[in-house]
């Protein structure tokens, strides 16, 4: 499914969006009052969750930086991209490569907007709507084989969106669709809601009951799963503060507060 029409024809604030509680909850302007009720029924039920949502967008930025900087990934599929805030992935990305190519993938309509404004001027960055759902669509996509080479190793990242994603949807499946085309050494970077410390984050399932998508948090476990048959990147299935935190950054002693857990996985 595409998502390329007029986004007023389709948008509609009266219905949470994933997107727009996100960039509510990180102090955006770009949601409403239907996604302000959700962000807020969230801070009620889970009261770290603004710090926890922007500890996650710096796993973001370090993720981004050691795929770049480290693991000499020049080509990022940044899925479920969200709305644009500070310290977006192809800026990270293009700080430390002036070479790297992102193609971000959502379906939200105002995402899709915000971001194609935000983007003019970035000929080696673009942004397809298309569905997780549906990964050969995305594959096939001609704006993404047109920056995306599929014989060189790319970085996935599915960073709180796979917690919007059903069992029987089958992420892991999504996943390694995604990543099949790809050769050894690509990466898969994720970060996943999971009520393992704080089984409070559970209600999180309840409170988007009448969004625009619904929410299966999983336990680490679970969330290991997803990328069978890949190898963790040290430091493995942690909390977001905990991977390669910046040198003389420590790590808060309640990182396992943040009600997100993350990894980064490499293709052998």
């Known amino acids: 499914m595409t998502y390329d029409g007029d986004w007023r024809e389709t948008f509609r604030p009266d219905i949470p969006s994933a997107a727009r509680v996100y960039d509510y909850l990180l102090g955006g302007k770009d949601n409403y009052p239907a996604d302000r ?13 603004r710090l926890a949502v922007q500890w996650n967008r710096a796993f ?10 480290e693991a000499g990934i020049r080509q990022i599929i940044d899925v479920g991209a969200g709305l644009p805030t500070a310290g977006n992935t192809h800026e990270v990305a293009l700080a430390a490569c002036p070479e790297a190519r992102v193609v971000y993938v959502d379906h939200d309509p105002v995402v899709l907007a915000h971001a194609r404004n935000m983007l003019q ?27 995306i080479d599929f014989g060189e190793p790319a970085a996935l990242l599915f960073l709180s969106i796979l917690h919007f994603v059903s069992d029987d949807d089958d992420p892991p ?6 990543l099949a085309p790809f050769p050894a050494g690509s990466h898969v970077a994720i970060s996943h809601a999971t009520p393992d410390t704080v089984p409070e984050v559970n209600e999180v399932e ?13 336990s680490r ?5 997803l990328v069978a048959g890949l190898e963790l990147v040290e430091p493995g299935l942690v909390w977001p503060p905990e991977w390669r935190p ?3 950054e ?19």
């Open 173 to 178: 499946g999504l996943i390694a669709r995604l």
């Open 121 to 147: 001027g970035f000929p080696d960055t673009a942004i397809i709507g298309r569905d997780l759902l549906e990964p050969e669509e995305i594959l096939a996509d001609p704006v993404l084989r047109g920056l």
């Open 206 to 218: 309840r409170v988007f009951d009448e969004a625009t998508e619904q929410a299966h948090v999983r």
């Open 221 to 225: 476990a679970e969330v290991r799963r």
């Open 246 to 248: 910046d040198p003389g």
């Open 37 to 49: 009720a959700v962000g807020e029924a969230m801070i009620a039920q889970l009261p770290n969750v």
């Open 250 to 268: 420590p790590v808060p002693a309640n990182a396992a507060e943040a009600y997100y857990c993350v990894l980064v996985a490499r293709k052998p």
């Open 60 to 69: 973001l930025r370090r993720v981004v930086r050691y795929l770049v900087s």
